[in-house]
């Protein structure tokens, strides 16, 4: 018998942040937290000293982070900068107030996000280039090294390089493609459908599709592992992740971790280990090592609280949650 | 699983008095918050908490039904919607003259994020009565939205003689005899009549229609769009029903703009209810018959060139 105690719960590791609203988004700026907030509002937490700052007049609808600052699209029409510190600045404003629903950072901080059915860009000099599409394009994400886009939309991706007048090249795939996300090597581009499904290409000369079907929701959340070789996914009842060795998933199954009686909503790899934050719909949080499948408790589920983000730091010693009713948290994992 | 927030959707040809309506709906003194979806291009002067512009985007669904699509701008509103749940009780989204009804009705049973944090409450079409005779003969659009009516405001009242108003009362229920008609003037109705309709629930079907299951109306031939119903006195035997319906709404989902049904399956306590748009059917068993309730087995649709006798055939060959 084994009589060492070993610890199967993170709770007692869990501060708990009130932030009040829907968190839309979560990222670090060094050593704040940022939370966006549904009513327009970033929170910011240092080691529990908290304020907020008034970044839109309506809702946050989308928010991203490059550790530098929270990017924010509201329902104002505004694209909205909000560092660590100070009052939140202005990027853009669209004139009729139409929703900015997809915003993206590039490591180098060039920016991107959506109106209506264009999409603008604007390099790390702050020079926007906008492109008109037929349909309203969704999911938004720059590629890990140069100056490109891909933007999901009906029927497929379109990779673009926002500062050449060439045309954007399509990767096609009947159906309406709503996150996109790039595979940190470069190699895949991997999209959300409305039919839950992944749709995955293998670039190259002639893209290689890759299908990645039977979720019973949309897969919402993603996120690459560390190493680029796992692409975790929501939309189920247990994170299914596949394998992006070699030639990609296709004909292989993916791992089914923290199989539970509520649908993951949110994935989180860490950023420099195979483990994986599981949050559901339900409220729940797991941490899951990918190696051996074990399973550490997070947060208990608690009704009506479904996780909606989550942030690991740079270093992957603390993670950050948020959730549909407002509540939240830090865990800042034990040192070993 | 918390409340469902309720969605109407309000629909009609072009300056019937949607707007109007609209209006009247937000400006009434009933306490409610609701956030409005309008379409982009949509008539100015809409008072409300909370506007939202729409552009009625289409996406066909890959999921081999071929008149399966949703609106997929109104997913992704929804979806933003849902994330401030507590600042309305309720969604109205406003459809241009000419959309289908269909694909949003559609969006309600095909995405599940939409089905889970919204119900569809009801279709509204507002129609007028002095052009709506001219309307359904050449605008299909027109035919459409009054077939998949829920509650249909016949609006401009006053502008027409009683003659008139009779026969474009007729026209309507040659096309949907099942919805809840209100003649009114400048769309003076209750707005208690217009929502928490439930007309989408199934517990409801029998609720809102109270004359569902007595006995037939008569098939019009005035038009291509029209409705049919079909009553077995008795019991149907499931093993047969449940092919031959999915066999109708695959083969003839294009034309079948909507279809309902209550049904007295054999050996089993309960009723069956079920409704559809196009090809999609949602249907559960629900409460018992009652002890004074005769037991029998009823079927409408709405459709466009449908066959009445090759559908009254399949259903009559399902008796238990």
């Known amino acids: 018998m084994d009589t060492i105690t070993k610890p199967v719960s993170l709770r007692e590791h869990v501060v708990p942040v009130e932030a009040g609203e829907h968190v839309v988004g979560t990222h670090w700026l060094k050593a704040t937290l940022a939370l966006a907030l549904s009513d327009g509002r970033v929170l910011r ?54 929703w900015v629903d997809a915003v993206t950072l590039s490591a180098s901080g060039s ?81 959300s459908m409305q039919e839950n499904a992944l749709h995955g290409w293998r670039l190259g000369d002639k893209p290689a599709h890759m299908r990645m079907t039977g979720y019973p929701s949309k897969p919402r959340s993603l996120s690459w592992s560390h190493d680029g070789l796992w692409l975790a996914s929501s939309g189920a009842d247990a994170a299914i992740v596949w394998p992006f060795q070699g030639e990609g998933p296709s004909g292989k199954a993916p791992r089914e971790c923290g199989a539970r009686h509520a649908k993951v909503s949110r994935v989180a790899f860490h950023p420099r280990a195979l483990v994986l934050a599981v949050g559901y719909d339900d409220g729940c949080i797991l941490m899951i090592r990918l190696t051996d499948a074990s399973e550490l408790l997070v947060r208990p589920a608690l009704r009506g609280s479904g996780i909606t983000a989550f942030a690991w730091d740079k270093t992957g010693k603390r993670l950050a949650f948020g959730a549909e009713d407002g509540a939240a948290g830090v865990l800042t994992l034990p040192a070993t | 699983m918390s409340e469902k927030i309720p969605v109407t959707v309000l629909t009609g040809y072009l300056g019937a008095g949607k707007t109007t309506l609209l209006n009247r709906i937000l400006t009434e003194d009933h306490g409610k918050k609701f956030a409005v979806i309008v379409n982009e291009f949509g008539e100015a002067g809409i008072d409300g908490d909370l506007i939202v512009g729409a552009d009625e985007e289409i996406f066909e669904m890959n999921n081999g039904c071929i008149c399966c699509t949703v609106r997929g701008d109104l997913i992704r509103i929804l979806d933003g919607l849902m994330k401030r749940k507590g600042k309305f009780d309720a969604i109205i989204v406003e459809t241009t003259g000419l959309a289908d009804p269909a694909p949003v009705a559609q969006t309600f049973f095909v995405d599940q994020d939409v089905g889970d944090a919204t119900k569809l409450d009801a279709v509204i079409t507002v129609t007028d009565a002095k052009w709506l005779k001219d309307r359904l003969k050449d605008a299909p659009e027109a035919k459409n939205q009054i077939a998949f009516a829920d509650v249909i405001v016949l609006n401009k009242v006053d502008l027409v003689t009683a003659e008139e108003l009779a026969s474009v009362e007729a026209a309507i229920r040659a096309i949907n005899p099942y919805a809840k008609l209100h003649k009114t003037t400048r769309c003076d109705v209750a707005i208690d009549q217009l929502l928490d309709r439930n007309a989408f629930d199934l517990d409801r079907i029998l609720d809102i229609e109270p004359d569902f299951l ?30 031959w319906i999915n066999d109708v709404s695959q083969a003839q989902g294009p034309q079948i703009l909507r279809s309902k049904g209550i049904l007295a399956f054999k050996d089993e306590p309960r009723r069956f209810v079920f409704q559809g748009v196009h090809m999609i059917l949602d249907g559960d068993l629900q409460r018992d018959w009652k002890a004074d309730e005769a037991r029998s087995s009823r079927l409408v649709f709405i459709g466009r060139d449908l066959n009445e006798n090759e559908l009254r055939k399949g259903f009559e060959a399902c008796a238990a």
């Not at chain 1, 989308?62 to 560092?83: M, P, Y």
């Open chain 2, 214 to 243: 007595e006995s037939g109306h008569h098939h019009h031939h005035s038009d291509e769009v029209r409705s049919m119903s079909f009553t077995i006195p008795g019991d149907v035997d499931p093993e047969k029903f449940m092919p």
């Open chain 1, 45 to 98: 937490w240092t080691d529990g000293a908290l304020d907020n700052v008034e970044a839109h007049a309506g809702g946050i609808l989308s928010a991203c982070g490059d550790g530098e600052r929270l990017v924010t699209g509201g329902d104002d029409g505004r694209v909205v900068a909000t560092a660590a510190e100070g009052e939140p600045t202005e990027i853009a404003r669209d004139p009729k107030r139409r």
């Open chain 1, 111 to 191: 920016l991107a996000w959506n109106t209506g059915k264009t999409v603008h860009a604007r390099d790390d000099k702050g020079k926007v280039r906008s492109l008109d599409f037929a349909t309203t394009p969704q999911g938004l994400v720059f590629a890990p090294k140069g100056y490109r886009l891909a933007i999901g939309q009906m029927n497929g991706v379109s990779l673009w390089y926002p500062n050449t007048e060439a045309k954007p090249d399509l990767l096609d795939w009947k159906g309406s493609h709503l996150d996109v996300m790039w595979s940190p090597d470069g190699r895949f581009v991997v999209s």
